[in-house]
């Protein structure tokens, strides 16, 4: 055993230099020389290379580290001061610590031998750090206040080690320490303060940026002059400058800087704004013409999705076939089953959404060819209230234009008063009879301009009897066609009733004879376009084996020919039972009539 230069044994430097290191220190001896003069100490790293800390921290940084990982295993050494000798604990559970508070610089330590002073205490703790305060009692307890928070883990560190004076066994020389964190109120006081000062900092931060990011402020509105007049007259005229000049007139209005002299300048502002109405209504109807064009060239688009899916489904049923479905193997099948069912189903959808937009114009097309008289009365009616419309306008117009005539009149009559000079009197008279000419023209435009209103009020009446008309003869016309639809469907039950019992006799007698004759009944069919029909619906549901509605089976036959109409295919069908059959599909308000074709069922059933 080794004796230091101050007479305290030592046993192992090697040893002391591990504990100085766990602790992040430099492994100095008591005397303060270097204990590793070898390669493995870094002195400008202050700890061995290799050699893992087991705390790594390192004086100067003024932050709590990380919790020690319970995998990494913990070295305690033999610790030798001056005045006492530290002992580790062996096997021992780790000491309990209490939670920490914000902030904390100051430790409890606790289980010092009785005749331990304070300049013992502080001999082994300053090891760990600067010590502010150290406050002993005589109960073998004390506190000791670092100046850093991080310099708290290095003193626990300690907790366990059973310190000895000397080289006494007495038990008033010898105790275990407990070293935990302690709640003081310096500590909390100054954490408050530097919570409370990045506090301060996050606001200033926050307000900095939003006047940074706040909106300017909008320019001052001029006061009303002539000069500033003519400005905003202009502005107005001007398409790009239009909605600036408006703002500018609306707050002169609401000021009420309108006065007798300026009414005839703000009055001639106001029509100009005015004038911009048609070029907005002009710019709506662009937009919407561009919305018609977008939605045709969605339906476009979507058509052609659904019949490459068409193409695409083709290709799985023809592979499915069993000249090629033979030579795949399973799990090709099992794929392009999968495939097809996927295909189907998104075909399905899209079929849908095309259905969904063209519902209003192909599932009514019927009812349009039946109703296009009212309709182009409807647009007579139309032109002839916008022309109504117009003529109003312009008449309103026109007063207002004779109310600034008025107004001119007066401020000339006044100012013609107050003037004594013979040339101005000339003038303004040459001017008055200007004014009165013009006046009179437009007396004669508005006399006119009222008689073209009557006319315009009687034609409209009169297009307003013609329609009352119009729909009475409808109304009796859809009364005649729906009593020849009921005496239709009489005389078809009396026909079948009478070719069942004819269908009864014969089959009666084809018993008795050895060769039965051929039967004798009247056809569903009609004529040879009724014919073509049937061929063209069944090869149409025979595609769709789940059926289809007859909105979606006249819009597939009127774009063969545009004048077949629903009743025409749906008398038909009805007409052939063995061969199409109708059925409810959906639940609920998804409810929906779908037609079937039942051609070879029918067949087995005759």
Known sequence: MESGSGGVPVSDQAAWATAMNNLGMAS?????????????????LGMMTGIPPINPLMPGLGMVPPAIPSDMPVVKEIIHCKSCTLFPPRNLPPPSTRERPPGCKTVFVGGLPENATEQIVTEVFEQCGEIIALRKS??????????EEYMIDKALYLSGYRM???????????????????QARDDLYEWE????MLAREERHRRRMEEEMHRPLSPPP?????????????????D??????????LLTWLERGEVNRRSANNFYTMIQSANSHIRRLMNEKDAHEKELEEAKEKFKQGVSGILTQFEQIIAVFHSSMKQKAWDHFTKPQRKNIRVWCTQAEELHSIHSDVLMGIRSEEEMEMSDDEMEMPPEKKDTDESA?????????????????QLDAYRNEVELLKQEQGKTNQSEEDTVREQQFRLLQQALQGMQQHLLKLQEEYKKKDLELQKVAEEKLQTEKLLQSLKEKQQTADEADKEKETSSNQENDISFSTISGSSQEKEYPQERDFTSPIQSEREALLVGIISTFLHVHPFGASIEYICSYLQRLDAKISTSEVEAVMTRLQHTFKQELTGVGASLEKRWRFCGFDGLKMV
Request: glycine letters at 6%; aromatic letters at 8%; one cysteine or more.
């Open 28 to 44: 100095l001896g008591i005397s303060g020389q270097s204990l590793l003069t070898g390669t493995d100490f870094d002195a400008s």
């Open 138 to 147: 005589k109960k073998n307890f004390c506190h000791i206040r670092f100046a």
């Open 164 to 182: 000895r004076l000397g080289s006494s066994t007495d038990k008033k020389d010898t105790g275990r320490l407990h070293v935990d964190f302690a």
């Open 193 to 196: 303060c530097k919570q409370r």
């Open 221 to 237: 509105v001029v006061h009303y002059s002539d000069l500033e007049c003519s400005i905003v007259a202009e502005k107005l005229k």
């Open 239 to 248: 398409d790009t400058k239009f909605f600036e000049a408006v703002q500018t």
């Open 384 to 400: 002839l209230t916008s022309q109504v419309e117009a003529l109003k306008e312009e008449n309103d117009s026109l007063r207002w």
